[in-house]
């Protein structure tokens, strides 16, 4: 679990399973999120998923709550690889619609790149978007994510195909900029966060 700003990224929880196929199967979510609005999912597909997921170690699955009443309102994920002994996490997140552009995503995402970085170890972070995804492309670059390729015209979605954009963020970048970070997005709370994720 982890505590940052006015959200907290805590695992899932079968309760949680009903408002997640609610989100999996909301059209303009997964317009964003997945590229594949189509894909509608009954609500025994969501539960054999997580029950699939929870027995790999390879996947950190968070739903996130605000810290104040404990609504849930998203999902994020952190998928672990590891190729030529570079440990590398896919991150990926959604917000329900009501709380978009309300400066909650540069949060959770800041919070992924803590999970890794500060607390995995990880070496390197990437994520994948939509080409028409400009929010998510924004707060990533404003999270220090570089757009570094694009797998061509590789998602079909409403009558066209679009590229998908790949971005991504090294160890070494993120460290640089951690506190600067922390700072801008936590505002008053950047400090209570700074002391609460350091020892000495
Ligand atoms: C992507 C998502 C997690 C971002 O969270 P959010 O809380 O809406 O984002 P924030 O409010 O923190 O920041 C949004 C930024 O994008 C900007 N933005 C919004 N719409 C935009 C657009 N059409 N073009 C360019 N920038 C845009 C906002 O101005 C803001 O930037 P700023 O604060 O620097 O001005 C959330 O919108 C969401 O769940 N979307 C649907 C699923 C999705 O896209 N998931 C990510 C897949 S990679």
Known sequence: MLEIGPIILRSW????????HRWENDFELMLYSRGMPH???????????????????DRLHYVITLKNGGEAIGTAVIRLSKWSRVQSGNI??????????KGL??????????LSFHFLNLDRCEAGSIEYNKRAHRVLEECGFRRVGVHRKSAYVLGRRWD????????EEYLEIREELI??????????????????
């Open 92 to 101: 990926g997140t959604y917000l329900d619609k009501k709380y978009w552009n």
């Open 39 to 57: 894909s509608m999912k009954p609500y025994e597909n969501v539960v054999d998923y997580f029950e699939e997921e929870r027995k790999r170690e």
């Open 183 to 200: 700072r801008k997005f936590l505002g008053s709370e950047a400090e209570e966060y700074l002391k609460r994720t350091s020892l000495f």
């Open 13 to 20: 929880e079968k309760d949680d399973l009903e408002r997640i």
């Open 164 to 171: 998908w954009y790949i971005f991504d963020i090294l160890r």
């Open 105 to 114: 995503g540069k949060i959770v995402t800041l919070g992924l790149l803590e």
